[in-house]
């Protein structure tokens, strides 16, 4: 049911939530966060995994992305 809801499984849907909320985190200029806190913050309990799931999603790795907005 809840996929022909939203169109993805649940995992996704969550997986999708927490990509967007560490953009967010990522997004905020000077706030000094590192991106293993990123990854604590938006639910990942292994960085590593984060930044696959993030590079994966998104096409760039997270300190890229962080890197990006920061030249903006």
Known sequence: LFKKEYGVSPKEYLLN????????????????????????????????YFSRVFSNSVGMSPMQFKSRIENE
């Open 17 to 48: 939530l927490r990509i967007e909320k560490a953009k967010q985190i990522l997004s905020e200029k000077d706030s000094g966060i590192s991106i293993k806190e990123v990854a604590f913050a938006v639910g990942f309990k292994d960085p590593l």
